[in-house]
T-cell receptor, first 116, second 114 residues
């Protein structure tokens, strides 16, 4: 299993500013994943963060808007840059743990971002 | 692109009954399919995984089936309890090369009344 601490849990930000979200895992993991959940919507994968290399972004997401750091095997940050009200969402980090019988994802509690 | 559909309407069910949720997908079958539970203000919590070569999995009061012909998974909560009230998400991993990259359905809210 994995325990993920994510902070802040929520924030209200002014448009045009940036917010950095932190994600700490209690064990070393190769990949960490960042998702966005817009109001009433499903979770959408933003990017995959590997330690020691550039993050891999999904279609529709770019590094300039969502820069990611992965300085070690237990920590990652996601920055939401130059925010607009459309960026108001819940942002979640995730790791995958593979067992003998199961592969499951563990999620942080999420960061609820409101841009005004 | 691949699409995943879950019932958008909330499922209201009486305590003790069985709740059945549907997850439909398009195009080719995923390598594996997972079901998660999400409570308000929380991240999803893993419940069950089923692989493309498996027909059924069970865990306590939960059962998931996988029909690659129908391109559908069914998720059952038997003997439902008010504590089962939550949103249930299906998530697909399309290939074994994409470990950890989950594509989620929008989720179905379940409300269990005493």
């Amino acid at each position: 299993s994995a325990v993920i601490s994510q902070k802040p849990s929520r924030d209200i930000c002014q448009r045009g500013t940036s917010l950095t979200i932190q994600c700490q895992v209690d064990s070393q993991v190769t990949m960490m994943f960042w998702y966005r959940q817009q109001p009433g919507q499903s979770l959408t994968l933003i990017a995959t963060a590997n330690q020691g290399s550039e993050a891999t972004y999904e279609s529709g997401f770019v590094i300039d808007k969502f820069p990611i750091s992965r300085p070690n095997l237990t920590f990652s940050t996601l920055t939401v840059s130059n925010m607009s009200p459309e960026d108001s969402s819940i942002y979640l980090c995730s790791v995958e743990v593979r067992g003998h019988m199961n592969t499951e994802a563990f999620f942080g509690q999420g960061t609820r971002l409101t841009v005004v | 692109s691949q699409k995943i559909e879950q019932n958008s309407e909330a499922l209201n069910i009486q305590e003790g009954k069985t709740a059945t949720l549907t997850c439909n997908y398009t195009n080719y079958s995923p390598a594996y399919l997972q079901w998660y539970r999400q409570d308000p203000g929380r991240g999803p919590v893993f419940l069950l995984l089923i692989r493309e070569n498996e027909k059924e999995k069970r865990k306590e009061r939960l059962k998931v089936t996988f029909d690659t012909t129908l391109k559908q998974s069914l998720f059952h909560i038997t003997a439902s309890q008010p504590a089962d009230s939550a949103t249930y998400l299906c998530a697909l991993v399309w290939t074994t090369d994409s470990w950890g990259k989950l594509q989620f359905g929008a989720g179905t809210q379940v409300v269990v009344t005493p």
